[in-house]
């Protein structure tokens, strides 16, 4: 095939996205002209148009075939994907999949972009701005929003560098002229480290951590050792190497889980404890939210945000099916599962995915230690149910007196926002020493809530009576329908 192309056109780190862009515009033919070209045995013995897109892959490049791809554009693309990939990667350790780190659309930089470049390491999830510019990611479409997803077809691009919607994101008004100019120099120097050929040295530290929960600001002041930050805080575990002690036993592991579980039953109690003694001047005030309390006359009161923050952590993290009600005890089902599993349900699949992680990790290092593996899901339990309780605080000062509920996205970010953890794993001769780094908790928001004054409520709580749905319905005043209304209305408006 006689096509246009020129070795130099392919920069470093530029991914194989912008490299077929490339290829499309020099030859006018669209994507799927090029797979039909360059495509697998398998992907040409498909006679369907309809190519899956597990075949049109651009991560993987699993449909292309990689000598053909060679041969034409004389730099094995393959290999360089896979190289840059690794590279990324390998700072985060033997356990990260490159599935969790690279982005299923595509996210560019609008500074390299117009050159017609493009790079995997936008596609980092991790990364949040250009390493050559700093200029932040985009993401979608700035003429329609949509977003573009990272393979290789023809159904949301309407030739090469455009939009669907007829948006150009290259500047082609200057042809290829600009495709050589190598712009891939790094000026944000936290990522030149990051993909930098010292990193790549065997460091005897390894991290264990949930993907969605790092931070890359963090990781940096990890690996700077977080001289004097504020950001972060740390603790420490250590435990000595048992050299028989590679892989724990099913036994073990199967009362572990229970151990687990009943750990983190007594961490909840003890965030509740914690929580209800920093602010005990608004234990009134959470008694009345929670048994529906109200003066027979009048409206429910206003709700004080400590009690709403409170009251709405207490039912999301226990999967209480009302928020108000008696008091109840944590439950205690779920530990004779011979499994892993956890009180708070909203956290399990994550502190899951952490304890895989955290028992591949420690085997990797030839001592698995029952009691570390307890000490990291404690860390991290602890961690994520008193910050989930900050994130309700945080939304009850806005919203609070609005009785209002969570709307859209905004319950996961309570449960998942501001969270960054991370356990660093060293050897240091005979001994594994852990380290636990999490963003530290903003204490300012103090200032705001010490303005709230609940005191006014102080004297006309003693005449309040309980006005639950439950207790609404066994009452038999003449009123008792329209109150009914009333109650119901308010509960709904509220509840999760
Ligand atoms: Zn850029
Ligand atoms: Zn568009
Ligand atoms: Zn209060």
Not at 52 to 71: A, F, I, S, W
Not at 180 to 198: H, L
Not at 413 to 439: A, D, G
Not at 444 to 451: H, L, M, P
Request: net charge positive.
């Amino acid at each position: 095939m006689g096509a246009i192309w020129r070795k130099e056109w392919i920069r470093p780190y530029e991914s194989a996205w912008s490299v077929f862009e490339k290829f499309s515009y020099a030859n006018i033919i669209n994507k799927s002209l090029i797979l039909r070209t360059f495509g697998t045995e398998d992907v040409l013995s498909i006679k369907n148009n309809h190519l899956g897109n597990h075949v049109r892959d651009l991560l993987t490049l699993n449909g292309l075939d990689e000598l053909k791809v060679t041969k034409q554009f004389q730099v094995n693309v393959h290999s360089l994907t896979r190289g840059v990939i690794q590279n990324l990667l390998h700072p985060l350790g033997n356990t990260a999949r490159k599935e969790e780190w690279f982005s299923l659309h595509i996210r560019w930089c609008p500074k390299c972009i117009l050159n017609g470049y493009h790079s995997l390491m936008h596609q980092f999830t991790l990364f949040e701005i250009c390493p050559f510019h700093n200029e932040p990611l985009k993401d979608e479409c700035p003429a329609c929003r949509q977003k573009t997803p990272y393979i290789l077809s023809d159904t949301y691009m309407s030739s090469a560098f455009t939009c669907k919607c007829g948006y150009q994101y290259a500047d082609l008004s200057t042809r290829w002229l600009k495709w050589e100019v190598d712009t891939s120099k790094f000026i944000n120097t936290d990522i030149a480290k990051w993909i930098a050929p010292e990193h790549l040295k065997t460091s005897n530290e390894r991290f264990i951590y949930v993907p969605e929960n790092l931070n890359f600001n963090m990781l940096n002041q990890v690996t700077e050792k977080g001289k004097g930050n504020p950001f972060i805080e740390s603790s420490f575990f250590t435990y000595k190497i048992d050299p028989s002690g590679d892989a724990l036993k099913d036994k073990v592991l199967e009362s572990l889980y229970e151990e687990i579980f009943m750990d983190n039953r007594q961490i909840f109690k003890t965030i509740d404890k914690h929580i209800k003694k920093t602010y005990r001047l608004h234990l009134d005030c959470i008694k009345r939210l929670q048994l529906l309390l109200k003066e027979e006359q009048d409206d429910f009161p206003p709700i004080c945000p400590i009690a709403y923050a409170y009251v709405f952590w207490k039912q999301s993290s226990l999967s209480l099916p009302n928020f108000y009600g008696p008091l109840q005890g944590v439950p205690n089902r779920g530990k004779e599962k011979r499994q892993f599993n956890v009180v708070c349900l909203l956290y399990k699949e994550r502190l899951s995915h952490l304890f895989r992680a955290a028992n591949k990790t420690l085997s990797y290092f030839g001592s698995v230690d029952g009691d570390a593996l307890r000490w990291i899901i404690n860390k991290t339990t602890a961690y994520q149910l008193y910050q989930m309780f900050i994130n309700w605080l945080d939304f009850a000062l806005l919203n609070s007196k609005e009785l209002s509920k969570p709307k859209g996205n905004e319950y996961e970010k309570i449960i998942h926002s501001n969270m960054f953890f991370l356990f660093v794993l060293k050897r240091e001769n005979e001994r594994i020493l852990l380290r636990f780094i999490c963003t530290r908790i903003n204490k300012n928001r103090k200032i705001n809530i010490s303005t709230i004054d609940c005191r006014r409520w102080k004297n006309k709580g003693k005449s309040m009576r309980s006005f639950s749905p439950l207790a609404v319905s066994m009452m038999i005043d003449q009123k008792h329908k329209e109150l009914q209304v009333y109650v119901d209305q308010y509960v709904t408006k509220l509840n999760l």
